[in-house]
C-alpha cells in the first residue's frame, strides 16, 4: 500500500477497490505530488477522487468538468465546473475558465470511446508545457489507434492493463513528444 492507496480508500474512489489503478498513479505521480500546480478530472461522481488528488497534490487546484448539475461543487481547492465532454464549445469554455497550464488530466467521464478520443483530441492540442493526459475505463483497444490517427505523431502513447480480468481496467496515456 502507498499513499495514493490509502487515500483513495479514505475517499471510496474506485481507482483503488475496483480498477487497481492507485498503485499505476503513484509510481508515475510520486515525483511530482509538491510540483504539479494544475489537475483537471473529466467527471466529478461523488467527488471521491477529486479529494484524493487534492490530498495528494498539496499545491495543485483540482478543476473538474461535470455534466450533471447535481454534482458541481466547489470546496477549497476543488472547483467543479459545467461542462459535457462531448460537445466542443463546452470544453473550450471549461479550459477558457481554467487556463491551459495543466499538469494533468483524467479523463474519468462518459467513458463511451468516441467522447473519449473527442474529449483528449480537443484538449490535448491546446495544452502548453509538460502535461499527462490519461483516460481511464478504456473498454476498446482500438481507442489507441484512433487517438493515434487524430493527434498524430506529436505525442507519445501508452497502454496500460491494471486487472485483467475485465475490459475496462485499461488506461491510455498521452504525452506531447519532447521537441
Known amino acids: 500500500m502507498n499513499?495514493?492507496?490509502?487515500?483513495?480508500?479514505?475517499y471510496g474512489t474506485d481507482k483503488f477497490s475496483k480498477h487497481r489503478y492507485t498503485a499505476f498513479y503513484y509510481e508515475l505521480l510520486k515525483d511530482k505530488q509538491d510540483s504539479f500546480k494544475k489537475i483537471l478530472e473529466i467527471g466529478a461522481g461523488e467527488g471521491q477522487s477529486l479529494r484524493m488528488w487534492r490530498d495528494f497534490f498539496p499545491n495543485?487546484?483540482?478543476?473538474?468538468?461535470?455534466?450533471?448539475?447535481?454534482?458541481?461543487?466547489?470546496?477549497?481547492?476543488?472547483?467543479?465546473?459545467?461542462?459535457?465532454?462531448?460537445?466542443?464549445?463546452?470544453?473550450?469554455?471549461l479550459l477558457n475558465k481554467i487556463g491551459t497550464d495543466i499538469d494533468f488530466v483524467v479523463d474519468d467521464g462518459s467513458h463511451i470511446p468516441g467522447d473519449q478520443v473527442f474529449t483528449c483530441c480537443e484538449i490535448a492540442p491546446k495544452l502548453v508545457g509538460d502535461f499527462i493526459y490519461i483516460i481511464e475505463d478504456v473498454s476498446k483497444e482500438e481507442i489507441l489507434d484512433m487517438l493515434k490517427e487524430k493527434l498524430g505523431s506529436d505525442y507519445d502513447y501508452q497502454m496500460v492493463v491494471t486487472r485483467r480480468w475485465t475490459s475496462d481496467n485499461r488506461l491510455i496515456i498521452v504525452r506531447r513528444k519532447n521537441v
Open 3 to 10: 499513499d495514493l492507496d490509502n487515500l483513495a480508500i479514505k
Open 60 to 93: 495543485a487546484m483540482i478543476y473538474c468538468g461535470e455534466i450533471e448539475d447535481g454534482r458541481i461543487f466547489e470546496d477549497g481547492r476543488i472547483k467543479v465546473i459545467k461542462c459535457d465532454q462531448s460537445k466542443s464549445d463546452d470544453v473550450q469554455l
